[in-house]
């Protein structure tokens, strides 16, 4: 096998094992807060979009839209999100953070990201750059898939 | 900010981007098996360990003991595992796979791997070196990671 495939080899076997560690990770600090990974990576979404509505929710997690509104009732009771009308259609409705588990994650996920950057420093630019274009390629290889078996 | 810093935070937030699309894509590849995601990694580990038990598996997954008999009852009835004794000491119990998952997971994870050996043969093998070495200690900090958080 030429170096170049083993190469290949071992980073499709690192790829497996990351994918397979961000679902243990997931679930570890879901765990911390009573939750499961979606109803995490829901919150995580509330706190980044404006304009956040059940129906994208659905399309980024592939749920269900009454999975959703199950998950969004349980949210909002725990005080993790609210719901609130568009002023200008009282028709809509979204969902946004209330901000309370922000802070908790940033306690839990701080380590990691230190641990991460630390990793990171020890490499020297050029290596950074394909690390760089090697992920970005695979993260559109990954949504193509996603798109693909819903 | 420098090209060394730059490239780090694009790094972290595509490493990010993939934990989150990791556990899309086990809950899109699970949904297809009728089968959680947690399931699923239980079912994996089954197919590649020798004499897996279940507190192995409670270990790997953070899972409590209860939870784990429960997924197994749930993978056996299901015709996904099977529970045998050993031989040699009747009150050690193992989980094997019984096979029938694995064909259906190589089908559908077939075009992902074939897609992400065509990104990495289009880097140089200096570049794939730097991601394999990156990878390598990424995986180990989540490792370090999701055993304190547990």
Redesign the interface.
């Known amino acids: 096998m030429s ?2 495939d083993e ?2 080899g ?3 076997d ?2 497996r ?13 879901a ?2 807060f009573g939750l499961n ?2 109803d995490l ?1 829901c919150l ?1 979404l509330a706190a980044r979009e404006e304009a956040l509505t059940a129906g994208r929710i659905a399309d ?3 749920m269900s839209t009454s999975a959703v509104t199950a998950l969004l009732d349980r949210l909002e009771k725990r005080g993790f999100v609210e719901r609130y009308r568009d002023a200008a259609d009282r028709r809509k409705v979204y969902v946004r953070s209330t901000g309370q588990h922000e802070e908790k994650l940033a306690e ?1 996920y701080g ?3 230190d ?3 630390s ?5 020297d ?15 559109d ?6 798109r ?3």
Chains 1, 2 share one sequence.
């Open positions: 170096r170049r190469l290949i071992s980073i499709g690192l790829l094992l990351q994918s397979g560690l961000a679902l243990v990770l997931h679930q570890a600090v765990d911390q990974p979606t990576k995580d980024v997690t592939g839990i380590p990691l990201s641990a991460t950057d990793v990171l420093r020890s490499f630019v050029k290596s950074l750059d394909a690390v760089r274009d090697v992920l970005s390629q695979l993260a290889v990954s949504q193509a898939f996603i693909r078996e819903r």
